[in-house]
């Protein structure tokens, strides 16, 4: 007849703690930390051991009476990742714990690193203690360990006014009404927008206001990563437009189409915002959209 296993239960606990002497050496590195510094022992052959030991590991020699205040930042010398802290950890958060040789120790301390995420920390990142407020003269004196200060996020906002001259004041009034304004140079024949005076290739005057169409095509396009107030979503393409009837392109937004699918000749549209809401600004075009006419070659 099978048994069944016998199984009992056994729990080793101290309650209330279970009381031991530090000896000399551990005991001056807990008093240290207690007063929020961290120190470790020179041995015989002058490293400095962090945590201090009473003997040189390496040679098995008693170590020196001196001791050396190390830190308080050290170097990562490898890590490991807890996803799923335990109730008995220092952070109840996953965080790594990391082996950190402080600088001027010649051995590495463990303790625990609040990094955030595991790329965040890998052998040679500099970290540094944060102190607990109450010491007791223990290793949680130090209640945990963070990545040095790499980078800060600082608020960026500039302003502009800004005055428009004659030639742009007019074209930004079109765009209010719905129309490209562009300019015709007599002598070379040649219309350019944003309607402006004179001519950059021959330097003639322009007198010649011309209307154009809403419509043309892409000459050429960058696909952006970073966002944009003004695009629909990341990544948007921003492109250079030849309008139907203009000799040089402008830049504007594409949208209404996946990134990806934006190509050079692709014929657009610009997608205005309502009437009612437009002002003498280029704000007044969304960004342009295709057309669905075959592509056009430039
Ligand atoms: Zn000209």
Same mark, same amino acid.
């Given at each position: 007849m099978p048994s069944e296993p016998l199984v009992a239960q056994h729990v080793l606990e101290f309650p209330g703690g279970y009381t031991r002497t530090t000896g000399p050496v551990i005991g001056r590195f807990l008093t240290e930390l207690r007063a929020g510094r961290i120190v470790g022992v020179r041995t015989a052959e002058g490293r400095v051991l962090v945590p201090p030991l009473e003997y040189d590991p390496a040679t098995g020699d008693s170590v020196t009476d001196e001791y050396v205040e190390v830190g308080p930042a050290g170097t990562v010398t490898t890590c490991a990742w807890v996803t799923q802290p335990r109730e008995t950890h220092p952070l109840d958060r996953p965080f790594a714990w990391a082996l950190i040789r402080l600088d001027g120790a010649d051995t590495a301390l463990v303790h625990a690193v609040?990094?955030?995420? +595991?790329? =965040?920390?890998?052998?040679?990142a500099r970290v540094w203690p944060v102190w607990r407020?109450?010491?007791?003269?223990?290793?949680?004196?130090?209640?945990h360990f963070v990545p040095e200060v790499t980078r800060i996020v600082s608020p960026v906002r500039t302003e502009y006014r800004l005055q428009v001259g004659g030639a742009l004041k007019t074209f930004l009034e079109g765009v209010e009404r719905g129309v490209f304004l562009g300019g015709r140079c007599a002598s070379c024949d040649k219309v350019y927008v944003p309607y402006r005076l004179s001519c950059p290739q021959c330097g003639s005057v322009i007198a010649e206001q011309v209307e154009l169409p809403d419509t043309g095509t892409i000459a050429t396009f960058a696909i952006n990563n970073l966002p944009d +107030?003004? =695009?629909?979503?990341?990544p948007f393409v921003s492109a250079y437009i030849l309008l139907d009837g203009a000799d040089i392109p402008m830049i504007a937004l594409v949208g209404g189409v996946p990134a990806h699918e934006v190509r050079q000749g692709m014929r657009v549209r610009a997608d205005w915002v309502p009437e009612s809401e437009r002002t003498p600004s280029m704000a007044n075009i969304r960004w342009f959209a295709p057309t669905g006419e075959p592509d056009r070659e430039l």
């Open positions: 609040d990094a955030g995420n +595991p790329k =965040a920390l890998r052998p040679g407020q109450e010491r007791t003269g223990s290793i949680t004196d130090i209640s +107030p003004r =695009a629909p979503e990341v």
